[in-house]
């Protein structure tokens, strides 16, 4: 079973980047037709879709992030990567990140998400 | 964007009853070339991240309950709980994946009476 695992900083700065990666173990990130994504959620809010990968390195983003957000793939280490610049406190919350399926469809594994702070 | 407007915000069940939670698209998330609903249902639970329960509207994932049931087509969707048990308290979640970008509904507390 393919399971994800993100890890970076706990804690930035405002205006500063924050980066944040997802290992994937237990399967090959360029196998079949699934497609990487992160997610985050607030403390005590719901869910907000920050963006996606293909193996191939085609990108999707939410127009609402998409000026600060950039998604790469690194398939010889099995790892995705997110870097979200210029960050507010709003961008504090519980990034997660996780595989979809069938080419734009479910979720269907997630990590068990890493708390990030912004905070001076 | 896709707004996903679920009801109620909450509810509390008892055991061994049924529970219903309602979710609406603002707009067909029915796809015409495959008659494929693209809506998927998620169950959260307190410090964990989402689990997938339902995709394509009313397909169970692998290892679900069967308890778990969904339906609807279109804008109107429907996560049907057929027996609460315990490990059913949650917030379930929503999500259309129709258009870019995916969005999910606020989500739904279900809670034991």
């Known amino acids: 079973q393919v399971q994800l695992q993100e890890s970076g900083p706990g804690l930035v700065k405002p205006s500063q980047t924050l980066s944040l990666t997802c290992t994937v173990s237990?399967?090959?990130?360029?196998?079949?037709?699934?497609?990487w994504s992160w997610i985050r959620q607030p403390a005590g809010k719901g869910l907000e879709w920050i963006g996606r990968?293909?193996?191939?390195?085609?990108?999707n983003y939410n127009p609402s992030l998409k000026s600060r957000v950039t998604i790469s793939i690194d398939t010889s280490k099995n790892q995705f990567s997110l870097k979200l610049t210029s960050v507010t406190a709003a961008d504090t919350a519980v990034y997660y990140c996780?595989?979809?399926?069938?080419?734009?469809?479910?979720?269907?594994?997630w990590g068990q998400g890493t708390l990030v702070a912004v905070s001076s | 964007d896709i707004v996903m407007t679920q009801s109620p915000d909450s509810l509390a069940v008892s055991l061994g009853e049924g529970a219903t939670i309602n979710c609406k698209s603002s707009?067909?998330?029915?796809?015409?070339?495959?008659?494929?609903?693209?809506l998927a249902w998620y169950q959260q639970k307190p410090g964990q991240p989402p689990n997938l329960l339902i995709y394509?509207?009313?397909t169970r994932e692998s290892g679900v309950p069967d308890r778990f049931s969904g339906s609807g087509s279109g804008t109107d969707f429907t996560l049907t709980i057929s027996s609460l048990q315990p490990e059913d308290v949650a917030v379930y979640y929503c999500?259309?994946?129709?258009?870019?970008?995916?969005?999910f509904g606020q989500g739904t507390k279900l809670e034991i009476k």
């Open positions: 394509w509207a009313s």
């Open positions: 996780a595989r979809g399926r069938d080419q734009v469809a479910q979720l269907d594994q």
């Open positions: 707009q067909s998330v029915l796809f015409s070339s495959n008659s494929k609903n693209y």
């Open positions: 990968i293909y193996t191939s390195g085609n990108t």
């Open positions: 237990g399967g090959s990130i360029s196998s079949g037709s699934n497609y």
């Open positions: 999500q259309q994946y129709y258009s870019t970008p995916p969005t």
